[in-house]
């Protein structure tokens, strides 16, 4: 307990699945929250009441990371109120778009890499700048994706948005080295989250997802907050760089059979 003691996280999509559950387990180790959120600002005041229960302090904003300027603004208020921003978990994202490259509209291509790929960019370059205000220090985790690495047909939006953010973390890591900095991804597989909300209410059709996965189970929010946690506290002070995989082994799986 208490790894985060005295600290302000600002993180991103918090309003529900990884993103809250990152919240709250942050909560439980001392830090301060900056709760964002798109459109669901209820989500949002569920994790506002968990962080509140730790004793902690947290405020809601609402943005659209996709926009420059909102992400300016978030920034201003989430400092006017707390102070600082010590680690940064770039969460946020919406899925791929199921529609194969002949198909897809420019539209839906730009939205993806917009919010996925931009927003973390525009919240990164925020954060840094503050940081290096601050004199240097601080943390910040991306949640990408195994399609980082995995890539499947009519999913070409997201999976080049979450490889750009692979090789973004890795140029920001070598970038803010001296100034202890640390950039890191979380890719998660297949978590029981409302991105994957055909899994949740489902049975059958996560068992069939599960089929694939050497460990047989999908995995659960809390356990992505868990390593968040480590990322973000000075126990993870010598690791930056590094793309963490969470899919119960399966990344290694594809390609059995062949």
Known sequence: MDKLQGKVALITGSDSGIGQATAIEYAKEGADIVICYHTDREGAEKTLLQVEKQNRKAIVLQVDISDEQQVEQLFEQALKNLGTIDILVNNAAVNGSGIRVADMSTEVFDRTIKTNLYGTFFCSRAFIRHRKQQGGKGKIINISSVHEEIVSAGTADYCASKAGIRNLARTMALELAEDGINV?????????TPMNQEAVEDKKAREESERHIPMKRAGKPEEIAKVAVFLASS????????????????SHNVGQGA
Do not use: E, H, Q, R
């Open 184 to 192: 890191n991804n979380i890719c998660p597989g297949m978590i029981l």
């Open 235 to 250: 126990d993870a002070d010598y690791v930056t760089g590094s793309s963490y995989f969470m899919d119960g082994g399966l």
